[in-house]
């Protein structure tokens, strides 16, 4: 009897509820989107040509990724990083990202129990951007672009704080930097307008 190639069974319920989550997504990559409802389809116990034929590709990606998925299983499903472009964030990378962008900042000052101020780790950032969201997931180990960081929220839709400089600054008081006097300075003196003698007739 030949042995038909099928996607093994779920690790744990997390990883089946994720890949029915993406076979079902609207916002999702497209290709994680196919790739997870090959899954699946080998999971309902549909052969590779039927699943070829449901989810319209060639029964050789059918295979790829059912091979794929069996060996590093959620993660084997995102490509192959392209020599020379920003490595390809696995969705577990992904989900971390966006866990991360909805805690809070560690360098935030939040209010105890008896109403003091005090932050979690005053080194930290007290606010989320684009820089500290990337410079924090580096430092967890992931190896995320800042544009890659950026993609991922606008996809879910998770806001983040968006980095202001002194010039944006809405305070009324506040004055630009630049080029001004000091009023202890003084200034120059204008040499006085000469005129022409008048010459007056008697």
Do not use: Y
């Not at 609207?26 to 116990?45: Q, T």
């Not at 990724?65 to 392209?82: E, K, S, Y």
């Not at 109403?115 to 989320?128: C, H, I, K, Y």
């Amino acid at each position: 009897m030949p042995t038909f190639l099928s996607a093994r069974l779920p690790g744990d319920p997390a990883e089946e509820q994720k890949i029915c989550q993406l076979a079902g997504a609207r916002h999702a990559p497209a290709d994680w989107i196919l790739r997870a409802r090959i899954i699946m389809a080998s999971w309902s116990g549909n052969h590779v040509p039927q699943i070829a034929a449901a989810v319209g590709c060639h029964p050789k990606t059918v295979r790829l990724w059912l091979h794929r998925f069996n060996t590093d299983g959620l993660d084997g499903l995102a490509d192959q990083p392209i020599p020379g472009r920003p490595r390809r964030i696995t969705e577990t990378e992904r989900s971390q990202i966006i866990e991360l962008a909805r805690t809070t900042p560690p360098g935030r000052p939040v209010r105890d129990g008896a109403g003091e101020l005090s932050a979690a780790d005053e080194t930290g950032p007290p606010q989320w951007t684009l820089d500290t969201l990337t410079e924090t997931a580096r430092a967890r180990g992931i190896q995320i672009q800042r544009s890659q960081v950026r993609r991922i929220l606008l996809d879910e839709k998770v806001r983040w704080r968006h980095t202001r400089s002194w010039v944006e600054s809405p305070d009324p008081e506040f004055a630009p930097k630049g080029r001004w006097s000091s009023a202890s300075t003084p200034s120059r003196p204008r040499a006085p307008r000469s005129s022409a003698p008048t010459n007056s007739v008697r």
